[in-house]
């Protein structure tokens, strides 16, 4: 019996094999470069959400921190643990909007990573998962994500989601805007395509 896709990873496991080369090429912090500042400094917990090749989580383990990265594609979480055997990060099968291999774990993180993943969820998904991260979320933490806009490739899942849709349910979470950047170019320089950086902070119940 063939295995179900998981909605929004179409077309990655076919191109594996590939990506496990590409995306190591990026180096974290040039492609990172505006969120460095926001990363914790001290050792911490990070959620890193389509962790994709694994990049950004073994350079989160790199800096000290301890991470749970999510992949929801088999052929990239199982080449990604082969690149970066470290024991700071645990490799999760889960996904959004959802997150259901969190559930029953008494786990909050200080920072929730998401590279080019937002945009692979329909509108009701979203609105699903942004409650979701925001409990996540310790209070003091940081989210970051990206937005890919443009062309969508062949085979995969992709929507046009707006910075303002995603600030906006952001806000009905109680998380507050920490950083907006728009027309990012990607550092692979896809014709056509930009990206928006987008940061929101958890706050900090006074007593």
Do not use: C
Not at 19 to 40: D, G, M, S
Request: cysteine-free; aromatic content about 6%.
């Amino acid at each position: 019996m063939a295995s179900s896709v998981v909605s929004g990873t179409e077309g990655y496991a076919e191109e594996a094999e590939e990506i496990l080369v590409r995306y190591e090429q990026a180096a974290f912090e040039r492609l990172h470069a505006a969120i460095l500042h926001l990363i914790p400094s001290t050792p911490a917990t990070v959620l890193d959400i389509g962790a994709g090749t694994g990049r950004d989580a073994a350079a989160f383990a790199a800096l000290g921190h301890s991470v749970v990265a999510v992949e929801p594609t088999a052929k990239l979480r199982d080449g990604a643990k082969a690149l970066h055997l470290s024991p700071r990060i645990e490799w999760l099968d889960d996904s959004l909007p959802d997150l259901a291999g969190l559930a029953g774990r008494a786990a909050s993180f200080d920072l929730i990573m998401m590279t080019a993943v937002w945009m692979h969820l329909d509108r009701s998904q979203r609105r699903r998962g942004m409650p979701r991260l925001a409990g996540l979320l310790r209070p003091g933490g940081i989210l970051i994500l990206t937005l890919r806009h443009g062309p969508v490739p062949k085979g995969r899942r992709m929507f046009e989601v707006s910075a303002e849709e995603t600030t906006e349910l952001a806000r009905t979470t109680g998380l507050e805007p920490e950083l907006h950047q728009e027309n990012q170019d990607g550092l692979f320089k896809r014709p056509g395509v930009t990206w928006t950086r987008l940061a929101y902070a958890k706050p900090v119940q006074e007593r």
